[in-house]
């Protein structure tokens, strides 16, 4: 069992773990060793759309660890989201070869690549031939439909400096069904020369533990869905025990703040509603009858009616 402290990454989340979100859990809660920044690539006419780039603004992320990603389909689009973060500074940058959705996946982008090891390596050499000032981890999926494909894919990664690879063990074919498989991480360890770091579907302390137990030596975790539910897990996994009464008080102000944000930089009801009924897709899950409190926060029409809701959501459930 490794005795050195472990170490929680909040998982991009394209649609939630925007800079308010990230912000907001940093102040609240912590517990959080990095952040990383959903990906930013290129849409329709070789631009980026401007809610992408205000994701990766510096002003936008100040005192926080963040880690930005992009999602590229060729060495192009790759050199040019690379030059735009290097040039706002940033340390470190994710590589996206885990994306499942077929908008991604169809223009060769995220798990693409992962049935594509030779052209990955060449992609690679030309990278690191480049000598970016900044270093690269990665953020991959087992396969496209084969978790077969890592094992080529791990044979490329090991042959240059990535700083760590976090490694969510489903195929993309799986997209979130079944269950992410822990023992295709221990096969992982045992081929990849990095750091790697295990990303899939821990949600509670009591998963946490049995995760450890299968995997003694793991002390890096990233966590996605399960900080979307409950934003002080991480804070808990480090050890920090909150009275049920303290956990209700910090998710009131987490929500709380986190509703002052959106509605100092969105316009109207409808636009902080939208974003508002995003959050609680998950962090109704929090409650104890979430099906009743989704109900009310959707039926929500004006942001009054949103805040009577949200009493009786955090009084009644
Ligand atoms: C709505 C949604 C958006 C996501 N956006 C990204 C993204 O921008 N970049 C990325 O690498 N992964 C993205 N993911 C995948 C998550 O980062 C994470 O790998 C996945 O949810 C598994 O972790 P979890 O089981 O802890 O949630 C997204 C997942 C979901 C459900």
Same mark, same amino acid.
């Given at each position: 069992?490794?005795?050195?402290?472990?170490?929680?990454?909040?998982?991009?989340?394209?649609?939630?773990?925007?800079?308010?979100?990230?912000?907001?859990?940093?102040?609240?809660?912590?517990?959080?060793?990095?952040?990383?920044?959903?990906?930013?690539?290129?849409?329709?006419?070789?631009?980026?759309?401007?809610?992408?780039?205000?994701?990766?603004?510096?002003?936008?992320?100040?005192?926080?660890?963040?880690?930005?990603?992009?999602?590229?389909?060729?060495?192009?689009?790759?050199?040019?989201?690379?030059?735009?973060?290097?040039?706002?500074?940033?340390?470190?940058?994710?590589?996206?070869?885990?994306?499942?959705?077929?908008?991604?996946?169809?223009?060769?982008?995220?798990?693409?690549? +992962?049935?594509?090891?030779? =052209? %990955?390596?060449?992609? /690679?050499?030309?990278?690191?031939?480049?000598?970016?000032? @900044? &270093?690269?981890?990665?953020?991959?999926?087992?396969?496209?439909?084969?978790?077969?494909?890592?094992?080529?894919?791990?044979?490329?990664?090991?042959?240059?400096?990535?700083?760590?690879?976090?490694?969510?063990?489903?195929?993309?074919?799986?997209?979130?069904?079944?269950?992410?498989?822990?023992?295709?991480?221990?096969?992982?360890?045992?081929?990849?020369?990095?750091?790697?770091?295990?990303?899939?579907?821990?949600?509670?302390?009591?998963?946490?533990?049995?995760?450890?137990?299968?995997?003694?030596?793991?002390?890096?975790?990233?966590?996605?869905?399960? +900080?979307?539910?409950?934003? =002080? %897990?991480?804070?808990? /996994?480090?050890?920090?025990?909150?009275?049920?009464?303290? @956990? &209700?008080?910090?998710?009131?102000?987490?929500?709380?703040?986190?509703?002052?944000?959106?509605?100092?930089?969105?316009?109207?009801?409808?636009?902080?509603?939208?974003?508002?009924?995003?959050?609680?897709?998950?962090?109704?899950?929090?409650?104890?009858?979430?099906?009743?409190?989704?109900?009310?926060?959707?039926?929500?029409?004006?942001?009054?009616?949103?805040?009577?809701?949200?009493?009786?959501?955090?009084?009644?459930?």
């Amino acid at each position: 069992m490794t005795t050195e402290p472990i170490q929680i990454y909040q998982a991009p989340m394209q649609g939630f773990t925007d800079f308010s979100y990230r912000k907001v859990i940093f102040e609240t809660f912590g517990g959080i060793d990095k952040y990383f920044i959903p990906y930013l690539s290129y849409g329709k006419g070789h631009e980026i759309k401007k809610s992408q780039m205000r994701e990766v603004l510096p002003e936008n992320n100040l005192q926080m660890p963040v880690v930005p990603q992009v999602l590229f389909s060729d060495q192009t689009e790759l050199f040019d989201l690379i030059s735009i973060l290097v040039d706002s500074g940033y340390p470190e940058i994710n590589l996206n070869l885990g994306c499942p959705y077929p908008m991604a996946t169809n223009r060769g982008r995220g798990a693409a690549w +992962l049935e594509k090891p030779e =052209a %990955l390596n060449e992609l /690679l050499q030309q990278l690191f031939r480049n000598n970016f000032p @900044v &270093r690269f981890s990665v953020k991959m999926r087992a396969g496209m439909t084969s978790d077969h494909d890592c094992k080529a894919i791990f044979d490329v990664l090991n042959q240059f400096p990535i700083l760590e690879i976090i490694f969510h063990p489903r195929t993309a074919g799986q997209m979130y069904e079944g269950k992410a498989n822990p023992l295709l991480f221990t096969e992982a360890v045992s081929l990849v020369k990095h750091p790697l770091v295990y990303n899939g579907d821990l949600s509670s302390a009591v998963h946490f533990q049995e995760l450890k137990t299968m995997l003694p030596e793991q002390n890096k975790w990233m966590i996605g869905r399960g +900080l979307l539910v409950n934003p =002080a %897990l991480a804070a808990q /996994l480090k050890g920090e025990v909150f009275d049920s009464k303290i @956990v &209700r008080k910090k998710l009131k102000e987490f929500h709380e703040h986190l509703l002052e944000s959106y509605s100092a930089r969105l316009q109207g009801d409808s636009h902080i509603l939208m974003r508002m009924n995003q959050f609680w897709t998950f962090f109704s899950e929090s409650f104890e009858n979430p099906h009743k409190a989704m109900k009310l926060v959707k039926k929500s029409s004006s942001l009054l009616k949103y805040n009577a809701a949200i009493v009786e959501i955090f009084r009644s459930f």
